[in-house]
């Protein structure tokens, strides 16, 4: 057999009907196997320990002695201060 009649024979065969429907046949195949095997797929288990979590610090509650005036308390420019009797 010459060259020329090999490569015609491997074209032929390469390009008839069933050949291509195996080969779709077995890509469908393997896709379908993938996407199984990852949807039922294990979690990865690390080998390192996963770290701790440092605890928030707890917000300092507001001091309740304050001698600043607040907005609602201070008087306003119309009226006269109250003086404490003692």
Do not use: C
Request: glycine share 2%.
């Amino acid at each position: 057999m010459y060259p020329g009649g090999i490569y015609a024979l491997i074209k032929d065969v390469l390009s008839s009907w069933e050949v291509i429907v195996v080969t779709l046949a077995m890509l469908l195949f393997i896709k379908i196997v993938f996407a199984v095997s990852s949807t039922y797929r294990r979690p990865r288990v690390s080998k390192k320990p996963p770290k701790a979590k440092k605890p928030k610090p707890e917000a300092a509650p507001p001091p309740e002695d304050s001698d600043e005036i607040h907005e609602e308390e201070r008087p306003s420019d119309d009226e006269e201060p109250e003086v404490k009797e003692e």
